[in-house]
């Protein structure tokens, strides 16, 4: 095994701000505990928990890494003395608790998943933070089965464009809504069935006139308190509304809440930092098992926007808060 350096490059993001307060900065290279693989980081996946732990809007839970970066890809270079599962040398992505903007990175071995065939760093590095929301979130909570309908809301994000992939290839019917006829040209690349421009049209009633009124059984939200009445009204019988991000609010004035019980419908969401290790480490699992066959196969591959090296963080995160990409957003390490 080569001799690690006592130092690396990564990001610091000081007190917070804007973009711009981010920058490289030298610190230790972290040793991994017990349970724990350090990765000699290539590549690194750009995420809204990202922008919004960096404008101190989204505080690492205790314990974690103070650090920007929840995704990477790379080698394996050092285990903890219980890691199993995992060699040296071995190539990874992996679901990290902090500090994954730098040249080298811990994280948990449970947590690990191997590169699935063909794929490089960067579409490694595309895949953990997405893949387990999407799986936990839409399969977990939404409990979303073969012939169902789901409609997806911001379906040219990187949870979004997941989700289609994802939905699609387990059976199910794939509304979403975006912003712009391009982005819908986009979702409808990706596979989706429907594609609804929410700035043009009524996304209820689209999904009505798309379902000739059947309406969906899950929708899957980043939105939060600004669509949660209108959800409500997209769903039918036994429907679910499953919550996984805020950005339209997190609070819903003049909610109607008779179509919860009208309808029984059920209301959950989550979110993927909190969880315990154990947690996530079953949703790898479940990965592993059930999705990472699809992507060696050369199918569910998210579609990768665009690619900055790590010094450029700053318009890689300026990027995220405009909307303006089409799928994931990915730092490389030199």
């Not at 990001?11 to 724990?36: K, L, Q």
Request: aromatic letters at 6%.
């Amino acid at each position: 095994m080569a001799t690690l350096p006592p130092s690396m490059t990564y990001i610091a993001h000081g007190s917070g701000g804007p973009p711009e307060v981010m920058a490289t900065a030298i610190g230790p290279v972290p040793a991994p505990r017990e349970d724990e693989v350090l990765i000699r980081v290539a590549a690194a996946g750009v995420n809204r928990p990202d922008v919004a732990q960096r404008k101190g809007e989204y505080p690492p839970p205790p314990g974690a890494n103070p650090f920007l970066g929840l995704e990477v890809a790379g080698e394996v270079v050092a285990l903890g003395s219980k890691a199993s599962g995992w060699t040296v040398g071995d190539k990874v992505c992996a679901l990290v608790n902090g500090g994954g903007y730098a040249e080298f990175c811990v994280a948990p071995a449970v947590q690990c998943l191997p590169w699935p065939k063909g794929f490089d760093a960067v579409q490694a590095a595309s895949l953990p933070e997405t893949f387990f929301t999407v799986w936990a979130n839409l399969f977990g909570h939404g409990r979303l089965k073969a012939g169902e309908t789901v409609l997806v809301h911001g379906g040219t994000s990187g949870i979004g464009s997941t989700a289609i992939l994802l939905a699609k290839a387990f059976g199910a019917t794939v509304l979403a809504t975006a912003g712009s006829a391009e982005k819908c040209a986009a979702m409808l690349a990706l596979g989706a069935d429907g594609a609804i421009d929410y700035r043009a049209q009524d996304f209820v009633a689209e999904v009505k006139r798309l379902t000739d009124g059947k309406l969906a059984d899950v929708v899957l939200d980043m939105v939060g308190g600004a669509y949660f009445s209108r959800n409500l009204k997209c769903l039918r019988l036994d429907g679910r509304l499953v919550l996984i991000a805020m950005l339209g609010g997190n609070v819903a004035e003049s909610a109607d809440l008779l179509p919860i019980m009208v309808k029984r419908l059920t209301v959950t969401g989550s979110t993927m930092r909190p969880r315990t290790t154990a947690q996530k480490g079953a949703i790898a699992a479940g990965l592993r098992e059930k999705v990472w066959p699809l992507l060696d196969a050369g199918k569910c591959a998210p579609p990768i926007f665009k690619v900055f090296p790590l010094a450029e963080v700053a318009q890689a995160h300026a990027l995220m808060e405009s909307s303006a990409h089409i799928g994931k957003i990915i730092l490389t390490v030199p």
